[in-house]
């Protein structure tokens, strides 16, 4: 059974980095796609990127240029990296997978709430 | 960029309705077209892909349909469970991975 398991800080001071881990057990990264996606409170949800199967990256254009996913496969780990972060980042950020099927996202997270606040 | 525009965003209906939820897109993207479900406090569901294939494990009540830039998800007779956001998903290669804007299905 695949599990994602995100973590990191869950107050983050604006201008600074936000910083996040997915934990991956019951399926090797190198063999899926896994994107981030984003929920601010009482809204809808926001794809940020994925990282593929071969280590390339596409993120949303919308936050490229702020965004890092990179993966360490000796942990079977995906991380994200938001830099300069505003009020406007605060959200709960999900991992997920990507199914072979189809571009669409079959395992999730539960999901870690971040808020940026000073 | 695709963007996805959900209709309508908010749903009114009773147990045992059958209900349609329909999902456009602002240019052809085939048929990668995803359907979740998402409950208070939780993580979206996937339930169809590839814009009519069910999910394993997702009851046969759902179903989806369309090609191209229009898409539907219908619910055959809702069940107390199904109240729920539902969130449609495309990915194009040149504008991947948008999701619309979500559709609140209410009890009424």
């Known amino acids: 059974q695949v599990q994602l398991q995100e973590s990191g800080p869950g107050l983050v001071k604006p201008s600074e980095t936000l910083s996040l881990t997915c934990n991956v057990s019951g399926a090797s990264i190198n063999l899926y796609y896994w994107h981030w996606v984003r929920q601010p409170p009482g809204k809808g949800l926001e794809w940020i990127g994925f990282l593929s199967d071969s280590g390339n990256t596409n993120y949303s254009p919308s936050l490229k240029g702020r965004v890092t996913i990179s993966g360490d496969t000796s942990k079977n780990q995906i991380s994200l990296k938001l830099r300069s972060v505003t009020a406007a980042d605060t959200a709960v950020y999900y991992c997920?997978?990507?199914?072979?099927?189809?571009?669409?996202?079959?395992?999730w997270g539960q999901g870690t709430t971040v808020t940026v606040s000073s | 960029d695709i963007q996805m525009t959900q209709s309508p965003s908010t749903l009114s209906a009773y147990v045992g309705d059958r209900v349609t939820i329909t999902c456009r897109a602002t240019q052809s993207i085939s048929n990668w077209l995803a359907w979740y479900q998402q409950k208070p406090g939780k993580a979206p569901k996937l339930l169809i892909y590839k814009a009519s294939s069910l999910e394993s494990g997702v009851p046969s009540r759902f179903s989806g349909s369309g090609y191209g830039t229009e898409f539907t998800l219908t619910i055959s007779s809702l069940q107390p469970d199904d109240f729920a956001t539902y969130y449609c998903?495309?990915?194009?290669?040149?504008?991947?991975?948008?999701f619309g804007q979500g559709t609140n299905l209410e009890i009424k």
């Open positions: 998903q495309q990915y194009n290669s040149d504008s991947p991975y948008t």
């Open positions: 997920a997978r990507d199914t072979t099927l189809g571009y669409a996202l079959d395992v």
